[in-house]
Structures are given as C-alpha cells and as structure tokens.
C-alpha cells in the first residue's frame, strides 16, 4: 500500500479512490481479504478513548479519509492526503468495477427495508451485480444464523452500515465472510434513493458536511467532536512543531 500518515494516532492511508477500488479489484481476484475502514473526524476522536474501534482502525488493511477534516489536519500536521475517498464514493466505484465481473454483494445495515431499497435500486443502475441483504437490527442470538447466511451467499463485497463504532468493529471480527468488506456508515439510504447527496459543486467545494448538516438537522448534535477534534490537531501541530 502506499505512504501511512498519523492524524491523532491514527493511520491513514494516503490513496486515491481509483487506488482503493483497484486494491478492491485485486483482492477479489486473487483470493486475499481486504478490509478498508473510512475515517472521518468523528472516528478519528472516538478511536482516541475507545480501544475496540482504537484495535479494529489499526487492523484494518486500509484506512482512507473520508472528509475534508481530515485532509485539514493531515496538511496542518504537514503530512498532506492526496484526496478523500469517501464511503459512498467507494461504493460507487466498487459497483462499477463489479458490474461487469458478476461480483455478489452483501448488505448488512439500516433499518427494516431499507437495504432491500438499496439492492432493487443498485441492481437496476448494475445488472451484473447480485445482491442479497439483511437489516442491522438483529439480536446477539441471531448473530450466528446472520453470518452463516452471508457466508452461504459468498460475497465478494460485504458492506456493513451499521454505524460506527459498531461496524468497524464488526467486521473485524468477521474478517472470513468477503473478500472485501467495508463499513459505510448511512450510505444504504443514499443507494435507496432515500436520501440525496450534495449537488457535485458543493461536494468539490468541501461543503457537502455543511449541506447534510443542513437538510438533517439531528446531525448537530453530533457536531460538537468537531471543535475537539481541531484542538486536538492544534495541540498535536505544536507538539510536532508544524504550526
């Protein structure tokens, strides 16, 4: 893999989308395993004082930054990210490739219907794609059908929206079930169409956190890791002398 820089103790791999996806391609023909993490600032601080998602960003093969926050701090820290690869930006490259190769793609996340949106979507935008799904509301008890349920589907790719921490730290203790497997977060709502991304501009701009914050305002009170996070960057800039 290329060049790791540390935001915060965190590593973060300075790759491109079209790096990512084509890592994705290679690990699905040659058989290996390849689990990417996305790490946005959020993650970033909880990884910080939560050692289940501390271990599971550290094990993962790659960890691409997923937000103009961390490419931010990545250039205040003087280690600067070549681009954000995002989830949902993944996900759509991942398609793209698998489209014409048969790829069998598991969702596992969302509330009731929502996956099973995002599969009759998908499969329409790419017929070459087989999909097969599950809601993330499952019982501990019936975590052993679920699994062996995806491992009978044979998946190339598993993604699993199930929020973070949670499906970080799922995912690396189910490192067999795909070859490659990546959480996403809410990105089931946007493959169902329920939910619309940031017009191109905006994301281009940097603004498209400001646009979600926006037409969902039940994200502000998520928003208070912000000003921490850039005191921590602060903090580690002039530990380091790069301010």
Known sequence: MKKRVSILNVPIHDVSLAETAAAAREAVLNGKRLRVVTANPEMICRAASETGLRAAVAGADLV??????????????????????????????????GGGMGWRVFLLGGRPGVAAEAAARQSALYPGLVFEYAHGYFAPEEEEALTERIRAFRPQVLLAGLGAPRQEIWLDAHMD???????????????????????????????????????????????????????????????????
Do not use: H, N
């Open 177 to 243: 079930l795909a070859a490659v497997s990546i959480g996403v977060g809410g990105a089931f709502d946007v493959l169902a169409g329920r939910k619309k991304r940031a017009p191109l501009w905006i994301q281009r701009a940097g603004c498209e956190w400001l646009y979600r914050l926006i037409r969902e305002p039940g994200r502000f009170r998520r928003q208070w890791v912000l000003p921490l996070f850039v005191w921590r960057v602060m903090r580690e800039c002039y530990g380091r002398g790069t301010t």
């Open 64 to 97: 691409t930054a997923d937000g103009v926050g961390v490419l931010w701090a990545a250039r205040r820290l003087g280690q600067p990210l070549r681009e954000r690869v995002t989830g949902i930006d993944l996900v759509q490259a991942l398609f793209q490739v």
